[in-house]
């Protein structure tokens, strides 16, 4: 007996349950086009929705960066690690979001978990969409706050489970996704905050696949359905559509003022690095002053979208540019990934327990910079590989 037996055992496991991972590396920057292994690949997977990761623009910026205040920050935030820029940064996505004001952190996963602890408490309550991302479920569980679970966008649920609780005096927290990143569907928000006005909920959504895609110049979800100001918390991510990596919250003044204080990745981790922050800085400047990428990734993606539904793919009820094409059988999925990847496209098979058992699907993210061209080598493969193995 070794040990970590029951570790290998685990990864027995997985792999007989075809829910092992394997690690595809880059050597090459995030793009249309990708190469790994060697090997120049066609790449349908990424986050990078408006080719923002390998931008001219954002890389002089960054080098600027460096340049100017060196390539670390050299401490927390709240000791001796907040640089102009920082706060710079803070201001810029606060006009963006149309927001009073915004806190960065170092990742979206840690956004979410810096913020649910603070907001609710043991007798609390958090009324949680069934389908929200890995960092709310993680967020609530910090919080040690009583977790009740709505059915995926339905607000007559949401609305049942607050009368459960009409005469709690705990405070009651709403949280969802604002585009769920799986399915690419989208939270009934306008109805979320109609009833949480009615229940005297506090508002949360997490919009890491809606900014930089919904509203005008991907300002998000908000934007998207003329919200802003009425939900009490919108988290973000800045590694999906801003291309480069961290978080922010975005809210009144005083709930900002307060995270800055006690959230705890705030004050006991490394701010984000001057060159992250002047790529960002750069990143707002794009978003606000051109709306072309965010254009493009919409023309794109009902391209493709229409293409996969007349080739007969289950593409789902995805509302944005995620596009899954869901096979089910989480084996087949994998091969399925596996013969794209022999064909020279990149485009990962996403299995439980990122998406639930016996929904196993290939999330095709088209981006910005794609052509048209390369998106027709890749309907071309998937075209092949789907008659291959009988998917259509
Ligand atoms: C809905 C959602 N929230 C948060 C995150 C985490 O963002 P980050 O990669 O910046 O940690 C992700 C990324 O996968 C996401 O999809």
Redesign the pocket.
């Known amino acids: 007996m070794e040990k970590f037996d029951f570790l290998r055992n685990e990864i027995d496991d997985l792999k007989e349950k075809g829910l092992y991972n394997t690690i595809r590396v880059l050597g090459s920057p995030q793009d249309a086009w990708v190469t790994i292994g060697g090997r120049r690949m066609l790449n349908l997977c990424s986050?990078n929705y408006l080719g923002f990761a390998n931008s001219d623009g954002m890389k002089r910026s960054a080098i600027e960066g460096i340049e100017k205040f060196g390539v670390g920050a050299g401490a927390v935030r709240t000791i001796a690690g907040t640089l102009l820029v920082h706060e710079e940064l803070e201001r810029k996505l606060a006009e963006f979001k149309n927001a009073e004001a915004v806190i960065l952190l170092q990742?979206?996963?840690?956004?979410?978990i810096a913020t649910i602890p603070l907001i609710v408490d043991e007798g609390d309550i958090v009324l949680s969409d069934e389908l929200?991302?890995a960092?709310?479920i993680d967020g609530c569980k910090l919080s040690r706050a009583q977790v009740v679970r709505y059915k995926h966008l339905d607000v007559s649920d949401l609305t049942a489970k607050l009368e459960d609780y009409s005469n709690f005096d705990g405070r009651k927290l709403i949280v969802t996704?604002?585009?769920?990143?799986m399915d690419g569907d989208i939270a009934p928000l306008p109805d979320i905050v109609e009833v949480a006005e009615k229940y005297a909920a506090i508002t949360m959504v997490?919009d890491?696949?809606g900014e930089g895609v919904l509203g005008e110049n991907g300002r998000g979800i908000l934007n998207y359905f003329k919200l802003e100001g009425k939900v009490d918390i919108d988290?973000g991510?800045?590694?999906?559509a801003f291309g480069v990596?961290?978080?922010y919250v975005a809210g009144s003044s005083v709930l900002i003022d307060y995270m800055k204080q006690r959230a705890r990745p705030f004050l006991f981790s490394t701010s984000l690095s001057p060159a992250d922050v002047c790529a960002l800085i750069k990143a707002v400047d794009l978003l606000m002053n051109d709306p072309e990428p965010v254009r493009k990734l919409w023309e794109n993606s009902a391209y493709i979208k229409e293409r996969f539904s007349s080739l007969g793919f289950n593409t789902g009820h995805s509302k944005t540019p995620i596009t899954p094409v869901i096979i089910g059988d989480e084996k087949t999925t994998k091969r399925f990934s596996e013969r794209l990847f022999e064909e020279g496209v990149f485009a990962q098979g996403i299995v439980f327990p990122t998406v639930p058992k016996g929904s196993a699907r290939i999330r095709v993210m088209v981006s910005a910079v794609h052509t048209k061209k390369d998106l027709d080598y890749g309907i071309e493969k998937f075209e092949q590989i789907g008659s291959e193995l009988g998917v259509i």
Not at 107 to 112: D, E, P, Q, T, W
Not at 177 to 181: K, M
């Open positions: 986050n990742s979206g996963i840690l956004a979410n929200n991302h960092s709310i996704d604002g585009v769920f990143s997490d890491a696949h988290v991510t800045l590694s999906k990596v961290g978080g």
